[in-house]
């Protein structure tokens, strides 16, 4: 629910920054996002609440540039492509996670598991895709942001899990690289995509105030992403995505006075909202979602001679 309230909080003011008052830097606006939630982490930190921890700088390196290539890819297949495409793209995020949990964390999916994620897509497809037009380049950018977001987002559940790492700590780390790259690069690839100067636009009291309050529910949305698929893992975190992209087309409707909702979209919204539901509690029963351990002939030798030293110890007792 956290991360729900906030990325929907963060939709809704940021679509009020660029759609009403023009600012079109989103680039730029993640790197202060981050550097908000830098902030955040070392006062955090101050207070004692986060712990010292350790991330080699290589493993560091690789996360920050899958994600900012994320971040730059979804703005460049959005400027390439027709939005119907775009949404197809980000669609195409969930099978991209499955095969990465598949081949490097051995996960196995029970057959309503995978029904599931594919009524949820089908779904969202139904009420989001409209025009699709695709050209080449605008498909190697959306390859490039599918996989690099893929990458991004299981790469969160591998570092937690490898280093022991707490979402505050994971941020702790990454938010500070994220934050100088973005700052830096930002406003070069902001006036490539729009062809505008970041440092002169009008920043008028409205405009800074709605960039303030972007900045401070984007130390939630960025904590929330972590704890998500920290706790759970990418895959689940993908699909309660698409719980917010209907959450965000349902308040559109009600403040806009229900404008461009037909049976046609209120159909693919109740397919996805049964698919949520059923991949909730498919991927929560015994063999819906786990992990398979292979054990060598050596480990199972050593592990049946450690167990039986603990026999003879607890005899001897």
Same mark, same amino acid.
């Given at each position: 629910?956290?991360?729900?309230?906030? +990325?929907?909080?963060?939709?809704?003011?940021?679509?009020? !920054?660029?759609?009403?008052?023009?600012?079109?830097?989103?680039?730029?606006?993640?790197?202060?996002?981050?550097?908000?939630?830098?902030?955040?982490?070392?006062?955090?930190?101050?207070?004692?609440?986060?712990?010292?921890?350790?991330?080699? %700088?290589? @493993?560091?390196?690789?996360?920050?540039?899958?994600?900012?290539?994320?971040?730059?890819?979804?703005?460049?297949?959005?400027?390439?492509?027709?939005?119907?495409?775009?949404?197809?793209?980000?669609?195409?995020?969930?099978?991209?996670?499955?095969?990465?949990?598949?081949?490097?964390?051995?996960?196995?999916?029970?057959? /309503? =598991?995978?029904?599931?994620i594919v009524l949820v897509l089908v779904g969202?497809?139904?009420?989001?895709?409209?025009?699709? +037009?695709?050209?080449?380049?605008?498909?190697?950018?959306?390859?490039?942001?599918?996989?690099?977001?893929?990458? &991004? &987002?299981?790469?969160?559940?591998?570092?937690?899990?490898?280093?022991?790492?707490?979402?505050?700590?994971?941020?702790?780390?990454?938010?500070?690289?994220?934050?100088?790259?973005?700052l830096v690069l930002g406003p070069f690839v /902001?006036?490539?995509?729009?062809?505008?100067?970041?440092?002169?636009?009008?920043?008028?009291?409205?405009?800074?105030?709605?960039?303030?309050?972007?900045?401070?529910?984007?130390?939630?949305?960025?904590?929330? &992403?972590?704890?998500?698929?920290?706790?759970?893992?990418?895959? +689940?975190?993908?699909?309660?995505?698409?719980?917010?992209?209907?959450?965000? #087309? =349902?308040?559109?409707? #009600?403040?806009?006075?229900?404008?461009?909702?037909?049976?046609?979209?209120? %159909?693919?919204?109740? !397919?996805?909202?049964?698919?949520?539901?059923?991949?909730?509690?498919?991927?929560?029963?015994?063999?819906?979602? @786990?992990? &398979?351990?292979?054990?060598?002939?050596? @480990?199972?030798?050593?592990?049946?001679?450690?167990?039986?030293?603990?026999?003879?110890?607890?005899?001897?007792?």
């Open positions: 629910m956290f991360n729900v309230v906030t +990325s929907v909080g963060i939709i809704m003011v940021n679509k009020a !920054l660029m759609a009403t008052h023009g600012f079109s830097f989103a680039t730029t606006l993640t790197g202060l996002h981050f550097a908000t939630t830098t902030l955040m982490t070392l006062v955090m930190k101050w207070l004692g609440y986060i712990q010292p921890s350790y991330l080699p %700088l290589p @493993e560091l390196v690789k996360f920050a540039f899958f994600a900012n290539l994320s971040i730059v890819g979804m703005n460049v297949s959005l400027m390439w492509n027709s939005v119907g495409f775009y949404q197809i793209a980000k669609l195409c995020i969930i099978p991209v996670l499955c095969i990465l949990e598949i081949l490097f964390d051995k996960v196995r999916y029970s057959r /309503d =598991t995978k029904l599931s969202v497809a139904v009420c989001t895709v409209t025009d699709v +037009s695709v050209n080449s380049q605008g498909l190697l950018a959306a390859v490039i942001a599918v996989w690099s977001t893929a990458l &991004q &987002q299981h790469y969160v559940h591998h570092l937690q899990r490898k280093y022991s790492l707490g979402s505050f700590n994971l941020l702790g780390h990454t938010a500070p690289a994220q934050a100088a790259s973005l /902001d006036f490539w995509l729009t062809n505008k100067r970041v440092d002169t636009f009008n920043y008028t009291s409205i405009v800074t105030f709605f960039i303030v309050l972007s900045c401070i529910i984007a130390v939630g949305t960025n904590l929330s &992403q972590f704890i998500c698929i920290g706790r759970f893992t990418a895959v +689940s975190f993908q699909v309660l995505g698409h719980m917010k992209t209907i959450l965000v #087309l =349902t308040l559109g409707f #009600l403040f806009f006075r229900k404008e461009g909702l037909n049976f046609h979209v209120a %159909l693919g919204m109740l !397919l996805a909202v049964i698919g949520m539901i059923w991949y909730g509690n498919a991927s929560s029963k015994p063999g819906g979602k @786990e992990r &398979q351990v292979y054990s060598t002939p050596s @480990e199972k030798i050593q592990k049946h001679g450690i167990l039986s030293s603990q026999s003879e110890l607890d005899q001897k007792v």
